[in-house]
């Protein structure tokens, strides 16, 4: 019963940390895109025992548990969504365990802290945590989808930087397990939390982690470039790579409509004297050495002016590292101006990038030539946000034409060997999407990611992803 579950939560986690229907805040079903949802109950323990203790009550009285962080997710997987059945469990009250080794330059964190709040800390340390994004997530949602963010090229994933996770498990209820002791090398166990990452809140709920921590960077050199043609950008990203490696810290592509986008309402004349190209890259090279050691700024500068001699770079904009940083975080605020953002966040292997876009283009132009196309992303580590504007003036889009306009670039995705969530998880948002790609695929992943989450969530009462077929 739900009275009984609130009466038992509030007297273990106090009067104040426990809400019902109503009276939850907006905030915690608003999510950062799509519609609202909705929740029987809110709880926010204060701590990993009161955490275990409300999945036990919660089980116990039949309510499935949805973690929730920040609240910045992208596939709607932290938003609940059923009034009778759903609680809602925030992190956002963890934040018991900041514990920073400098020896081994490792943190172990409670998994409510936000990456601001972990980054402010570190700074004081010359450290940070390196998986860097415009928005302001949780440690422990960060793990539960494993972000990107766009200085993965140089840092890794948030998998390549976890070391170690406490879970709750919903099965038995309550459960508290250590996975991992945090080490750099281990080899003496399964890697069972490597499950955990990317499982969005559905096999368990992520109490602590242990993460990798980089030095702070002392320079970084950005450049916005526009090539002569699209068919330069992978040969002069293979030339930045070969040359400086792992200084290389962001190589981001913006086609036109996304930079028109990200410079909404500010001064065209500034860029490339106004004659926008039709697709541009950010590069940045970033080190550890100051600047009197190794002068990015030069490398760069060198490097643009030689291939600006050899006419593969048509015009960059350098020494604005800020402004263009700004416009790469603004497009997609840009994008929301101009009518219903359509976001897919895919990855591709890099032989097949370029074809993918202009093939995507091609099938949007034949099935939805209402539709401006406005990609860009993370195209050093083949990432690529293919946003779609359906403009005001097109009336409302129906479920079912998003439907078809998913679908039919889902399949050019698959058939090209890429992803159809490059970074941002699955959740309800993806589901379906989810089991027709696999089911393209590798049908038999279907079957044996049901049994792993049979193992951990046997009743199916923790999060909202079904990964089975
Ligand atoms: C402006 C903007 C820019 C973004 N840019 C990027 C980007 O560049 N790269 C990228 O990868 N993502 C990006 N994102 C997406 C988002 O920030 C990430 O997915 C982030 O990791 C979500 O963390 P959160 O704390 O907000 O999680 P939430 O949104 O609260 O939850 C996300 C998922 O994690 C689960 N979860 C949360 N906490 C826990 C826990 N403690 N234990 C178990 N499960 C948990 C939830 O159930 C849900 O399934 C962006 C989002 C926005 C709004």
């Known amino acids: 019963m739900l ?21 939850i805040e907006p905030r915690y079903l608003q999510p950062a895109r799509y519609a609202a949802g909705q929740a029987a109950a809110l709880a926010l323990p204060g701590s990993r025992d009161e955490a275990a203790d409300v999945i036990r009550l919660a089980l116990r009285h039949g309510l499935r548990v949805v973690p929730q962080g920040a609240h910045t997710g992208l596939v709607r997987a932290g938003t609940p969504d059923d009034a009778s059945g759903d609680l809602l469990l925030s992190t956002e009250r963890l934040r018991q365990v900041f514990e920073l080794d400098l020896l081994d330059r490792t943190l172990r964190v409670s998994s409510g802290f936000k990456l601001s709040d972990i980054n402010e800390r570190l700074a004081a340390h010359g450290l940070w945590f390196p998986v860097d994004l415009s928005a302001d997530p949780s440690i422990g949602g960060m793990v539960a989808h494993n972000t990107g963010g766009t200085r993965m090229l140089r840092y890794g994933d948030v998998r390549a ?14 459960q508290v397990l250590r996975l991992g002791q945090g080490l750099q090398k281990d080899n003496s166990a399964m890697a069972l939390g490597q499950l955990f990452i990317g499982s969005s809140g559905s096999l368990g709920l992520i109490t602590e982690v242990t ?15 526009a090539p002569a043609s699209t068919g ?13 490696g792992g200084l290389v810290s962001a190589f981001e592509g913006i086609s036109r409509a996304a930079l028109e986008a990200g410079l909404h309402g500010q001064d065209l004349a500034r860029w490339f004297d106004g004659q926008l ?12 050495l100051p600047a009197e050691q190794l002068a990015l700024n030069e490398l760069l500068q060198g490097w643009l002016e030689g291939e600006f001699e050899s006419g593969r770079v048509r015009d960059a904009v350098l020494d604005a590292d800020e402004a263009i940083w700004g416009l790469r975080h603004r497009i997609s605020e840009g994008l929301r101006v101009r009518g219903k953002v359509i976001g897919l966040d895919l990855s591709l292997p890099r032989r097949h990038f370029m074809a993918f876009r202009e093939r995507g283009a091609a099938w949007l132009a034949t099935h939805f030539p209402q539709v401006e196309l406005a990609d860009f992303g993370h195209l050093g580590d083949g990432g690529m946000h293919f946003n779609m504007v359906w403009p005001l003036s097109a ?18 995705v698959a058939e090209l060997g890429g992803s159809i969530s490059a970074e941002h998880g699955v959740g309800p948002q993806l589901q379906a999407a989810y089991r027709a790609h696999w089911g393209r695929v590798e049908p038999g992943v279907l079957d044996w990611a049901r049994r792993v989450q049979l193992v951990w969530d046997p009743h199916g009462r923790m999060g909202q992803v079904d990964w089975g077929p």
């Open 232 to 244: 330069e950008v992978f040969p002069l990203y293979a030339d930045v790579m070969q040359r400086w």
């Open 277 to 288: 190209p039709d697709y541009a890259m950010l590069i940045e090279l970033s080190s550890e």
């Open 395 to 412: 009336g409302a889009l129906s479920a079912g034409q998003e439907l078809t306009l998913r679908e039919g670039l889902y399949a050019l």
């Open 3 to 23: 009275s009984d579950f609130l009466a038992e939560a509030r007297a273990r986690c106090g009067e104040a940390h426990v809400s019902e229907g109503a009276a």
């Open 161 to 174: 930087n976890t070391l170690a996770l406490e879970v709750v498990l919903a099965e038995p209820a309550g």
């Open 211 to 225: 993460i990798k921590l980089a030095p702070l960077p002392r320079q970084r050199a950005v450049a916005l470039v």
